[in-house]
């Protein structure tokens, strides 16, 4: 099974058995999903006025190299609800690593230790890895990591095996947890070398984490983690 990506177009109308893009041209189909996302649920924080300059794209809240918002160092924000400088696109595995950034930052915050740069101090490179796996039915699927796209029967099984192993690890299991340490590993390193993404390569020429400015981060005061 053959499939071809359609990215950076606008869709100008969407039908039960078509898509019609930005220039005009129609997509026929058997059967359209309109997997289009949400709008990021920061309805308590847009009449705020300490807010007001601190909401980005869609009303998502900007945050720094360390995910915090603004000039609020103890919130951090996290998933959809938050624009980074990465523009990074929103997917599980991206808020997996929004999620142990954070995580990692609130305890270094409140131990007064040094906070983690996202993304380059955690992936070694200015982007996040672009990893994802679609379901296609029972035995076909498409497994997609930055430009390497694979599909059929053994996409299907890495499918499973990803999800399996998930499962496990959310319940503490040895074996789910001792492949997930392996498997993030070895996926943040190929992202870097031989799978890194084309962006991540022209950005800089060379794949070269990009200069930031640290903020400066007190200590001891109160700390709130918000997502979607």
């Known amino acids: 099974m053959n499939v071809e990506l359609r990215l950076g177009q606008p869709i100008s109308e969407i039908g039960s058995d078509f898509i019609t893009l930005g220039g005009g041209e129609q997509l026929q189909a058997d059967v359209v999903y309109k997997c289009v996302g949400v709008l990021p649920n920061t309805a308590m924080v847009k009449n705020v ?37 990465s523009k990074e696109i ?31 101090e955690l992936v070694g490179g200015a982007l996040t890895p672009k990893l994802y796996a679609l379901s296609l039915g029972r035995y076909d699927a498409c497994l997609g990591f930055n430009w390497l796209e694979i599909s059929g029967w053994f996409a299907a099984l890495m499918k499973w095996l990803l999800e399996w192993t998930k499962v496990s690890a959310a ?32 950005s800089t020429g060379t794949g070269t984490p990009l200069p930031t400015k640290e903020p400066a981060t007190p200590e001891g005061a109160p700390l709130l983690v918000s997502t979607s």
């Open 90 to 120: 929103k997917l599980g595995h991206t808020a997996e690593l929004n999620g142990h950034a954070a995580a990692h930052n609130i305890v270094a915050l409140a131990q007064g230790k040094k906070l983690m740069r996202y993304p380059e």
């Open 49 to 85: 006025p300490e807010f007001r300059d601190d909401l980005g794209f869609r009303d998502s809240l900007i945050v720094n190299d360390h995910l915090q918002v603004g000039t609020f160092p103890n919130i951090f924000c996290i998933g959809d609800m938050m624009t980074h400088r």
């Open 171 to 202: 319940a503490d299991q040895p074996v789910g947890v001792f492949f997930w340490i392996i498997a993030d590993a070895v996926s943040l390193f190929l992202g870097r070398t031989c799978i890194k993404s084309r962006e991540a390569t022209e």
